[in-house]
Structures are given as C-alpha cells and as structure tokens.
C-alpha cells in the first residue's frame, strides 16, 4: 500500500513539473519554440514534455483564433522562466509575487476547426494529409500560451477578431481585426512560447464514401461512435461493411 501511495505520489510531482495549469486547463510547458496548427508527435521524456513538430499545413484560409490575455501567476511565471531557459531565450519578464500589479501573457486557441480541417483535407495539404494517414498518433498543437512586448499584447486585448494567417511559405501569423478592418499583423515568432495544448485527429467518410479528416479533439478524449482515430480503422470499418 506504501509502495503504491509512493508511486503515485511521484507520478503526482513528475506530472506538476511538466504541466502548467492556464485559465483552469492543464498545458504542457514547451521544450522549444511552437506554434498553433502545426502537427507533430510527442516524444517520451520524464523530464520535460518533448513535442517535435513534423508538419507545418499550408493555410489558404485564415483560420480564426480566440485570444485571452490574462496575468501571471507564481506557477504560470515559473513555467515560462522553465520554458524561456530550455529554449535559451533571455527573460523579458519581470514579476514580483507580492505585487498587486503583475505582468501578462496571452492564451491564444484555434476556434474554428471547421475551416481548418478543410485545409487539412484540401490537395494542398496533400503531403500532411498522407503523414496523418500513415501515423494515426498526431497530434496538432491547438492552444499556446505567449510573451510578447506589452504594446503588442495590448493590441492583441483590444482586437475584436484575430485569424491565424500564412501569408508566407511555413511561417504563421497572427491578424487583428478592429472594425471590420486589419488593424495589424504580428509574427508569433517574436513572443515566446511557454506552454502548448494538443489535440487529436477523428476520421470518417465524405459524401462519396472516401476516408476523410472529420473532427478534431482534445488529445485525451475518444472519437465518437460514427468517426475513428485512424484512416485504417475507416478502411477496416469499410471492409467489413462490403463484407
């Protein structure tokens, strides 16, 4: 019974040092520098989350994104100094605990899964759409947590619509919208990111009967009855329909 306790109770902490907990969700504190939309696999370390980025989609349409920016806390600011260190960014952060006034980061999450798996599905995803194909334990990083400059998160608190956008080649940026109107473009390369959310692929059928991308989830939860989690349990499923 001790053994077990002492088991999980390591578990437990080796968990709290690998994850992060932003706007009462649990993320992982990145290893290296990601952004939203891009597609990869995790690699086991019991150190350290370790999500190694293998496909980048091509966008053609903005895809909208949702954007909260919210102020530190103690355990938020030492998963983004962990973070900052693993990826040998400087700090930019200032942060005093027993100060009222504390400095802030943005929780930026895809919202519009519906174009974006149009994307996935389209011929120019071609490539990515046959990686998913063949490694049904992808995952695409769905939300991030951000510094930047106080000027650009202010921009960012005050737009009223952002898109992700992929004006150039493998390269994600983010629009702001104020009134209808582009406000102004930022590179997410000059934030840095501290923590990442993941999510997973569902599989199904198009109106003609072809496996497609129908949905998408969060990493832990299960495909519902009519979708799967792997094209190969589309094709299964197909065969012994036939059958």
Sequence with gaps: MKKTATILLFLAILTSCKTVVVNKQTQKIASSALELATIGKTKPN?????????AIPQLNKKIRVTAM?????RAAFKAYIK????????????????????????????????T???EL???????????LKTVPNANMISEISMVFDASILSEIDQAEEL???????????????????????????????FAYKLSSFCWGENG????ILVDIIDEHLNCNNNTQNSFQKVIKKKQSIKF
């Design 163 to 193: 898109y992700l956008s992929n004006v150039k080649y493998k390269k994600y940026d983010l629009e702001l919208y104020r009134n209808g109107s582009l406000h102004n473009t930022i590179e997410l390369t000059k934030g840095i990111t």
């Design 83 to 114: 973070a900052a260190n693993l990826q040998g960014k400087r700090n930019v952060v200032k942060y005093v605990d027993s100060l009222s006034n504390k400095p802030m980061y943005v929780a930026l999450k895809i919202t519009d899964n519906v």
């Design 121 to 131: 599905n389209g011929g120019h995803n071609v490539t990515i759409f046959n990686y």
């Design 208 to 211: 003609r009967h072809q496996p």
């Design 116 to 118: 974006l798996l149009e």
């Design 69 to 73: 920016v919210l102020p530190f806390n």
């Design 46 to 54: 019991l150190q350290i989350n370790t999500f190694e980025i293998n």
